[in-house]
């Protein structure tokens, strides 16, 4: 609700200027004044700069750059277009349709620094206004799939320093995942991790359009602030990059995600097929656990894998992947704890026996759990699911050994830390 | 192993024969050879990332281009690597990389490595097969097919004892493409299978899917509307179950204009919980909304806006459903003191996540300010950026509010020259005060980072650079501190062709507040990049 007031507030503050002006966006220009609708360097969309275009020979057609777009102008038409590549000295006249298209090609040399300036004017004399489309065009020697290669590396460098203005430099406003989500997981993944060290194996490089795939395997490791443990991991993932007027800009990423692992569900646009069932890092950026958790199909179920050890009366908790010390009894604080002769689970936790081994069970039962404040007949070889409030959240349980006579337990498990049932 | 040595022979025979034959064509062989020394010390040492050996890492590019064949021009790009360092490769040889290109005035021919680009949600996946497209007059109007393995690596298809490859899976489809001056329409097709029958399969789901998919773009003066309409039919045959049909739909409508001072992006997009595709790129279960505008008043001043708001779990498979959005408004001040390059921006960001049920809710307000401008006749140029954030956390009946500093100063000098030599440098100096949920206090990690430069006209440089991380936490023995350092060198010798040796020495520093992990890492290296070109 409070979205559509918003909605309808900014059209109560706009509607007035619309009614008032036929061309309430002219703020300031008067309607004889030109304008360029669109401006294109050969593939590359420039229709907003602000420092400048940079281009690789991959961006030139044969050598040349060519320019098109469109002028336009409430009064009249546009009779000239006009480009100047040498600050002003020289002017040349585009190739111009009456419907204010123009095209207009040249072959620059790699590595000069062009100020390229165009204006258009009306039949009734009136010009674009002095210094307005002024930027600089430079063409570097580069081709894409280095520049591709060496923006990647200058974010991992980025992230690797926690420089997160830096980072955020080189995503494109397109990305296809989310992107005020990837800012505020960087900002978790700084807060909850340091000592990041990645060390990033290009395999191979495809690209098509102007689009660029990098294929990589990764070896992270990083530290829990929270709990003070390193934690290693290796898999294979992608990211994916676009030519822009600005340089390359990252537009997608795939799970395992190399940068903002806080939020995988928001940020990863697909699961790299290579990797699913691979031991990944994995950060809840509420608790600040960070554990390592199996690489599910979809990006969204990443769900927390592991075997514990718990000696009598300690507890283990899935959600924060910590031991505690308690006192004997049933009042657990923490999701399961072995007693002699008995595993109790914590008040609101509900269990059911199920096939073993869990390594094979993808999803966990909707309904049909027990709200018992223990595990029914544990012991060695029995598997059972878990749902624990609040939430609830969903847990899998297979006993590798249990003594009954001294409450040591070892367990495996499977957590789905996003609420869902599937693992 | 002896396979990939092989096809490495084959390819540099391959490579001599053509050499002689055709004077035009260019033959270029790219390689990089890097000398690896690890030296690992502390108590801590077994935390380190790197392997504590002496390593050798070799990759050579191999390109022909421009090989006329009938009326074909043709290409070969292959990137082999020997390494024996595990951490890159178990095995000692590979292909990264292999692509052969054809290409007449209407015709596409890809083998090896090809980008399968049908459309973002049927598919735009690197697979290893071959493509094919005929274009109908020009490149806007052309009929494109593709179909391959998305195995990962070559090692994949050669090598089956691999303990890291994946179940096999295939795939590959068919994309039809018209455009008129206005408007372009693609029609698409992709089909993809899991080889159930895999031994690498273990307990994995087999996927089968079909995905028809149809792409629109109208373009008219100023503005770009586009979408994007897909359908999936998935078979899953889960490992210890029975099997299930799933059926989605995603869809999406792309709006870009630009009203003289006034832009205008939007975007919508819903992809329902089933939709699975194999290929292409989606993320399942949303629903989302987004307008970004700008509004330049003129050449001083401008206006930008931003509305996200998505919401989840449209099948409420979990427990709750939740909803974020996000709104952000802000201004840019150009052209200050009188300074072309100068820009300041102020924005405010609120974001919120809320949950249907109630039983959580989520809200940061941001304030930012960012000013960039350049100095000594634009020599220098340096960016200041500073945000606040207020982070109120709501689980159940309880309250949490957390507010964050973050500050980030970054300084860049586009050099001296002295004689032959162009000296540069620069500075970053960033600090975060996050507010810890368990002491309420500040958690402060600073860190600073200076590198200077000088290269010469000859291709030669040297360099070296500092960095400094310190996290002091108000969590009792988290602490830690990072000192790196690094120096290092590059000559470009002529008999190189263009080629140059790198070395350098950098001394990793990790010291923590439970001393028994500390440790540091030198780490020596030698790269070496050396062309070979006809």
Redesign the interface.
């Given at each position: 609700m409070k979205s559509l007031k918003t909605i309808i507030l900014l059209l109560i503050l706009f509607l007035p200027n619309i009614s008032a002006h036929a061309a309430w966006w002219e703020f300031g220009r008067e309607s004889s004044e030109p304008y360029f609708t669109s401006l294109q360097f050969n593939s590359l969309d420039s229709a907003r700069l602000d420092d400048g275009i940079v281009l690789s020979p991959d961006d030139l057609q044969s050598g040349s750059i060519v320019v098109r777009g469109q002028a336009q102008v409430g009064r009249g038409d546009i009779g000239l277009v006009e480009i100047s590549i040498d600050e002003g000295k020289k002017w040349e006249a585009a190739k111009l349709d009456d419907r204010g298209m123009f095209t207009w090609e040249f072959k620059p040399e790699m590595g000069r620094d062009y100020l390229f300036q165009i204006r258009a004017i009306s039949t009734t004399g009136v010009s674009t206004g002095a210094e307005e489309n002024d930027f600089h065009l430079l063409v570097l020697s580069i081709n894409g799939t280095a520049e591709a290669k060496d923006t990647f590396r200058k974010m991992l460098d980025a992230y690797t320093h926690k420089n997160r203005s830096g980072f955020m430099d080189f995503v494109s406003n397109s990305f296809e995942g989310n992107i005020s989500a990837l800012e505020d997981a960087l900002v978790d993944d700084f807060r909850w991790l340091d000592s990041i060290a990645i060390q990033a194996n290009i395999t191979r490089v495809v690209s098509n359009h102007g689009v660029f795939e990098l294929y990589f395997t990764y070896n992270r490791q990083v530290r829990s602030m929270r709990s003070g443990q390193f934690l290693k991991d290796s898999a294979a993932s992608v990211v994916g990059f676009r030519r822009t007027a600005k340089g390359m800009k990252l537009v997608r990423m795939s799970a395992p995600l190399i940068f903002g692992v806080s939020d995988t569900a928001n940020i990863a646009t697909y699961v790299t097929g290579q990797a699913v069932g691979q031991n990944v890092l994995t950060l809840d950026p509420f608790t600040g656990s960070a554990s390592l958790g199996s690489q599910g199909e979809t990006a969204s179920a990443s769900s927390t894998s592991g075997t514990q050890f718990l000696t009598l009366n300690q507890s283990y908790n899935f959600d924060t992947d910590s031991v505690a010390n308690e006192g004997p009894g049933p009042a657990v604080q923490g999701d399961i704890k072995p007693e002699v002769g008995v595993v109790f689970t914590r008040n609101g936790v509900g269990a059911q026996g199920i096939t073993c081994p869990i390594s094979s069970t993808t999803s966990a039962p909707a309904g049909g759990y027990l709200a018992q404040p223990y595990l029914l007949n544990a012991q060695a070889g029995k598997c059972f699911a878990m749902e624990m409030l609040p939430g609830p959240m969903y847990a899998l349980v297979e006993i590798v050994s249990y003594n009954m006579a001294t409450g040591d337990l070892t367990f495996r498990y499977k957590y789905q830390p996003s609420g869902g049932r599937n693992f | 192993m002896p396979v990939c040595r092989n096809i490495t022979l084959a390819s540099a025979v391959f490579l001599l024969s053509f050499s002689s034959a055709i004077a035009e064509t260019t033959y270029q062989v790219d390689n990089r050879t890097a000398l690896l020394n690890y030296t690992i010390t502390g108590p801590g040492k077994a935390?380190s990332?790197y392997d504590p050996k002496a390593r050798i890492y070799h990759e050579s590019d191999i390109q022909i281009l421009d090989l006329p064949l009938g009326n074909w021009n043709g290409s070969l790009l292959t990137?082999v690597r020997y390494t024996d360092s595990p951490?890159?490769?178990p095995n000692y040889t590979s292909i990264?990389?292999l692509a052969i290109h054809l290409t007449d005035p209407q015709n596409n021919i890809d083998a090896g490595?090809?980008?399968a680009?049908l459309s973002?949600y049927s598919m735009?996946?690197?697979i290893k097969g071959v493509g094919f497209q005929h274009n109908f007059g020009d490149d806007r109007n052309y009929v494109r097919t593709t179909y391959g393995t998305?195995d990962?690596?070559w090692a994949y298809l050669f090598l089956n004892s691999r303990v890291?490859e994946?179940m096999d899976?295939f795939g590959g489809g068919i994309r039809v493409q018209g455009a008129t001056d206005d408007l372009t329409v693609g029609a698409n097709f992709a089909q993809v299978a899991d080889r159930a029958g895999d031994s690498k399969r273990?307990?994995?789901?087999v996927y089968r899917q079909i995905l028809p998919a149809f792409d629109w773009e109208y373009r008219s003066?100023?503005m770009v509307l586009s979408g994007e309409h897909a359908f999936s039919r998935t078979r899953l045959l889960?490992?210890?179950?029975t099997s299930q049909s799933l059926r989605g739909s995603a869809n999406r409508i792309v709006f870009?204009g630009?009203?003289?001072?006034?832009?205008l992006?939007g975007n919508v997009e819903q992809v329902t919980s089933n939709f699975i595709?194999?290929g292409?790129?989606?993320?399942?279960?949303r629903v989302?909304y987004n307008a970004?505008a700008?509004?330049r008043?003129?050449?001083q001043w401008q206006l930008f806006g931003n509305?996200?708001?998505?919401y989840?779990n449209l099948s409420k498979?979990?427990?709750?459903r939740t909803r974020?959005?996000?709104?952000e408004a802000g201004i840019i001040r150009r052209h200050l003191f009188g300074s072309r390059a100068s820009?300041l921006t102020i924005s405010a960001r609120s974001?919120s996540k809320l949950t249907d049920d109630g039983?959580s809710t989520g809200r940061?307000h941001r304030l930012r300010l960012?000013y960039k401008d350049r100095a000594f006749n634009n020599a220098l140029n340096y960016?200041l950026?500073y945000e606040r954030?207020l982070n109120k956390?709501k689980s159940?009946v309880s309250n949490t509010y957390l507010s964050?500093n973050?500050y980030?100063l970054?300084v860049g000098h586009r050099g001296y020259n002295i004689g032959e030599w162009k000296l540069s440098g620069d500075l970053?100096f960033?600090r975060?005060e996050?507010q810890n949920?368990t002491t309420a206090k500040f958690?402060v990690?600073d860190?600073l980072?200076v590198s200077l430069r000088a290269n010469g006209s000859d291709g030669n440089e040297l360099g070296a650079s500092y960095?400094l991380?310190s996290?002091r936490?108000t969590?009792a023995?988290?602490g830690?501190r990072?000192n790196r350092g690094l120096f290092y060198f590059t000559v470009a010798p002529k008999i190189l062709h263009g080629g140059s040796i790198r070395s350098e020495y950098s001394l990793n520093d990790?010291r923590?507040d439970?001393v028994t992990?500390n440790y540091r890492e030198g780490l020596l290296q030698v790269l070496i990049n050396w062309k070979l070109k006809k």
């Open positions: - | 935390q990332f990137t951490q890159y490769d990264q990389n490595d090809v980008f680009n973002s735009m996946k690197g998305f990962g690596q890291d994946p899976r273990g307990t994995s789901n003066a100023g889960p490992y210890a179950s870009r630009r009203f003289r001072a006034f832009s992006n595709t194999l292409g790129g989606a993320t399942p279960d989302r970004r700008d509004w008043l003129d050449r509305y996200d708001q998505f989840n498979q979990l427990s709750t974020y959005e996000t709104t820009a974001r039983s940061s960012k960016t950026d954030l956390d159940g964050n973050l980030h970054s970053d960033g975060q996050l949920p958690d990690s860190m980072r960095d991380g996290n936490v969590v023995g988290s830690s990072q990790y923590f439970d992990r």
